[in-house]
């Protein structure tokens, strides 16, 4: 039984510990490949998979235990200048949809046995209490950030060090791999514009539709997002960290600290779409380290995340078009990352099958 309780903010930064994986078995597991009942490289992407997994555990027999998903939920201020469809509301009511078992990513955890936990990272309603509900809650939502930083630094600070607690204590009930959704009317406005920052991209290639906004909408939330990004003078727009709390949501944040802990203690990380990546973004440029051990499962239908990939030289697994959010990417994704596994642990070798190799 998985025990949670909030700690108090910090007054310093929350430092984390990220070493490279280890390649000390990469060696013998690409020959443990290259021996399997196939031609060489055949199975493409399970093969890089196998490695990269095989590689972060430190193991020739590498297991996926207790996969979990963490949707984290947060209401935004900036969806006050109109850069969302829908009202912020529809924020904390997609989170009751979730503890009622009815969203995409309930349907797609239940289908491939993923334990899936919401946590209130900051959202403005009242949320009543629940066993899948995780109570996290920083602050009612954020500010508008086309006038002010989106959080205060003890805000953020709060937000990163229980996203690193939620992770220890999945890890300390037996996950080793997890993957991060989120829920926030407004995120993709705040995504944008962190990437707009750290990438140097222009505006337009940042700014999609989110939710369902149509060309008009584009037009005006792409003239907030820059105005925004204009406004903040003394920002230092190459700070990845002080560009999440101007910018981002409280649920970007707490991702954040999840995702460094989870590299901190090596775990395998799932990465979903344009807001989670936005999120990996920020770390990669935090702690470059992290980047052995993320896994990007999906090509987003939202316009940036292409984009996104290509400067984080990022290769996705599948593209399906998707643009849900809530980790969907993730839970559809598992069970080809399942089968990296499986097939490193299970399948013959020409010896064992006594199958005769390929003549040189």
Not at 61 to 75: M, N, R
Not at 118 to 124: L, P, R
Not at 147 to 162: I, Q, W
Not at 207 to 231: F, Q, Y
């Amino acid at each position: 039984m998985h025990s949670f309780e909030a700690n108090p903010a910090l007054k310093t930064n929350t430092e984390f510990k990220i070493t490279p994986v280890s390649k000390a078995l990469a060696a013998e597991l690409q020959n443990e490949m290259d021996q399997k009942t196939k031609p060489l490289g055949a199975l493409g992407k399970l093969e890089s998979l196998a490695l990269q997994i095989g590689c972060i555990q430190n193991s020739l027999t590498p297991s996926l235990e207790k996969p979990t998903i963490l949707v984290f939920a947060g209401d935004h201020g900036i969806t006050e200048e109109g850069v969302s469809p829908y009202p912020s509301e529809v924020t904390g009511q997609m989170v009751l949809n979730f503890l009622a078992g009815g969203a995409a990513i309930n349907v797609f955890c239940r289908q491939h046995g993923i334990a899936l936990k919401v946590v209130n990272a900051g959202v403005k309603t009242v949320l009543p209490e629940h066993p899948d509900l995780i109570n996290f809650k920083v602050a009612a939502g954020t500010e508008n950030f086309k006038y002010r930083a989106a959080m205060t630094e003890m805000e953020f600070e709060s937000a990163v060090h229980r996203g690193a607690d939620l992770v220890s204590v999945m890890e300390a009930g037996g996950t080793n791999i997890i993957g991060f959704g989120e829920m926030g009317i407004g995120n993709t406005s705040s995504a944008a514009a962190i990437m707009a920052c750290l990438t140097s991209l222009p505006f337009a290639e940042c700014v999609g539709r989110g939710t369902g906004l149509d060309n008009a909408g584009i037009t005006h939330k792409t003239r907030v997002i820059e105005e925004a990004v204009g406004n903040c003078v003394t920002l230092d727009k190459t700070d990845p960290r002080a560009v999440l709390r101007y910018f981002g949501g409280l649920e970007m944040a707490m991702m954040a600290g999840a995702l460094l802990k989870a590299a901190e203690r090596k775990l395998v990380v799932m990465v979903d779409g344009f807001i989670a990546s936005a999120v990996a973004l920020v770390c990669l440029q935090w702690y470059p380290n992290c980047r052995d051990y993320l896994v990007f499962t999906h090509l987003s239908g939202e316009r940036g995340h292409q984009k996104m990939l290509e400067h984080i030289d990022a290769q996705p697994l599948v593209n399906l078009g998707m643009r849900l959010g809530e980790g969907s990417g993730v839970a559809v994704v598992y069970p080809i990352i399942a089968s990296a596994v499986t097939f490193l642990n299970e399948m013959a070798t020409f010896a064992s099958a006594s199958v005769s190799e390929r003549s040189e």
